[in-house]
């Protein structure tokens, strides 16, 4: 009752807030006190000047890459639209009337470009059944690229395949989402560029409990927990999705496509639980590739402190008597189950998190605004909520999980080539969790795009880390003048900011 009140209130609150707030102020654009100590080896993307409205045209570059390899730098250069690099146009040579209807399926919009979506479930170690949704394009080879098992593979055979980029790639979407939010922009999605014009052999993942929870009662009770008072079902939080969920996909999509290594591409919650495991774990080293961070939540942004409803949120969440032990709010699935498809769930949703999270449309495509919202939200936990918000025991927000988890001050990638051959005295006591490898090729790529508008995380503090202190062949960052949290996945230019660096790196 306390949370149906809670969320009503809150609906209320965002559409007088949407009502009063003239549109020219819709983004909120004060200043964020972001400090880059290194802004020379990052990867500055300057904002996109005002084009036509059109978005139904080929894709073009309108910057000019300049590359400085002493400092790993990539400059990127406003040409006022003229194109200097490598664009899609050629490729593609298509021009798609995306499709206005509001379908909760991917693969109504998918099929209309040539591509199909194929359905996989996959259950984890400990008993939750996962959506895979596979991106299948007829007029490319799946899997690896001899088309033979892993262990028939020579080394040859492996090599061009490396060379050829063709390892396949797996997308974890973020909190209260699911992987369509990678695709729901149609043409114009990180999806359907790198799988229809990169020719990438794509792979959608979902953690638990998505849209409609499963699970399989006999490993449930296998790794049932000695707290009876907690629903195993729902008794789970990162750590779990971490440990199960992620090597669950990753295992799979390995095992369909015969391939030793994928590329992994997180968004937000999805790069927490990549991160948590690269940094913390040896489990997925050895299979991961690139790892691509879409917003990353490492660290947790100024919002969270001053945003009234969150700071409200994050006082009850520990409150068993206000949230339970379940689901998190899941009249919010309800909801969702009665209304999804219709303008006004769409808009309610927008209006709803635009309050809430300070995310503006003003970057979107407006013709796709409302295809954004069929996909969300999914069923998660009180559990990982409270991980995230709860003041009193370790979280995202108080700050208590990164110390341990993600210390600023520690080397997480240490290699002999940059880090024991620059030092001038024992650095061992400096590092992390992982011990040394001779040179930074040992450890997956890990490309960081960063929006310099995020306020819902601290997107700044881990650009420093890595600039501070880890080995400049392990990462390069591409930090992002205009963008806020989910243009790094809606936005009209997500193609030549976001999924064209993706393609030329992986």
């Known amino acids: 009752m306390l949370t149906t009140q809670f969320l009503g209130g809150l609906f209320f609150i965002s559409i007088i807030h949407q009502l009063i707030t003239p549109k020219s102020k819709a983004r909120d654009e004060k200043a964020i006190n972001n400090k880059i100590k290194h802004p020379a080896k990052i990867i500055f993307t300057p904002a996109t ?128 989402q699911s992987s369509g939010s990678f695709a729901s922009s149609g043409t114009e999605s990180i999806a359907y560029y790198l799988s229809k014009i990169g020719e990438r052999d794509c792979w959608l993942g979902n953690n638990r409990c998505g849209f409609d929870p499963e699970w399989d009662t006999t490993k449930l009770k296998q790794y049932k927990k000695g707290n009876g008072s907690t629903s195993v079902k729902w008794d789970w939080d990162i750590q779990e999705m971490c440990n199960y969920d992620l090597p669950c996909l990753v295992d799979f999509v390995l095992m369909k496509t015969g391939c030793f290594k994928l590329n992994l591409i997180g968004h937000s919650q999805g790069t927490m639980q990549s991160l948590l495991s690269l940094v913390n774990k040896t489990q997925l080293i050895n299979k991961i590739d690139n790892f691509v961070a879409l917003s990353p939540a490492i660290y947790p942004g100024e919002l969270l402190y001053k945003k009234i409803p969150v700071i409200l949120m994050a006082f009850f969440i520990d409150f068993k008597l206000v949230y339970g032990i379940k689901s998190f709010i899941p009249l919010m699935l309800k909801m969702r189950n009665i209304m999804v498809g219709t303008k006004i769930f769409s808009n309610l949703s927008y209006i709803m998190f635009n309050y809430l999270f300070d995310w503006s449309d003003t970057l979107w495509n407006p013709k796709l605004r409302n295809r954004h919202f069929l996909f ?63 040179s930074g090729n040992e450890w997956p790529k890990i490309l960081i ?34 963008y806020s949290h989910l243009d790094v996945l809606w936005a009209k230019d997500v193609i030549t900011k976001i999924a064209q660096p993706i393609l030329e790196h992986i």
Do not use: C
Not at 65 to 89: C, L, S
Not at 148 to 165: A, C, I, P, V
Not at 415 to 426: F, I, L, R
Not at 456 to 469: E, K, M, P, S
């Open 49 to 176: 000047r005002s084009n036509s409205s059109n978005t139904n045209k080929v894709y073009e570059n309108p910057f000019e890459h300049v590359h400085d390899d002493e400092n790993n730098v990539q400059h990127m250069k406003n040409n006022d639209g003229k194109n200097n690099g490598k664009t899609a146009g050629s490729k593609q040579g298509l021009f798609f009337s995306e499709p206005t209807e509001l379908v909760p399926d991917l693969n109504y919009y998918f099929q209309q470009y040539g591509l199909l979506i194929e359905p996989f479930k996959v259950t984890t170690e400990d008993g939750f059944v996962l959506d895979l949704w596979h991106i299948i394009n007829p007029s490319i080879k799946q899997g690896n690229v001899s088309g033979n098992s892993s262990s028939s593979l020579t080394n040859e055979e492996k090599s061009d395949s490396k060379r050829k980029g063709k390892l396949p790639i797996l997308f974890i979407h973020g909190l209260l």
């Open 376 to 438: 969300s939200p999914v069923a998660i936990s009180v559990k990982l909520m409270r991980w995230w918000l709860s003041p009193s025991n370790p979280s995202f927000r108080n700050g208590k999980f990164s110390k341990a988890f993600f210390p600023d001050d520690k080397i997480w990638f240490p290699t002999v080539e940059y880090h024991e051959h620059n030092a001038t005295a024992d650095i061992s006591d400096n590092f992390h969790k992982h011990q040394l490898k001779n």
């Open 449 to 482: 795009f960063a929006p310099k508008q995020d306020r819902l995380v601290d997107g700044a503090r881990l650009i420093n880390h890595f600039t501070t202190y880890e080995d400049p062949t392990v990462y390069k960052i591409w930090y992002i003048e205009d």
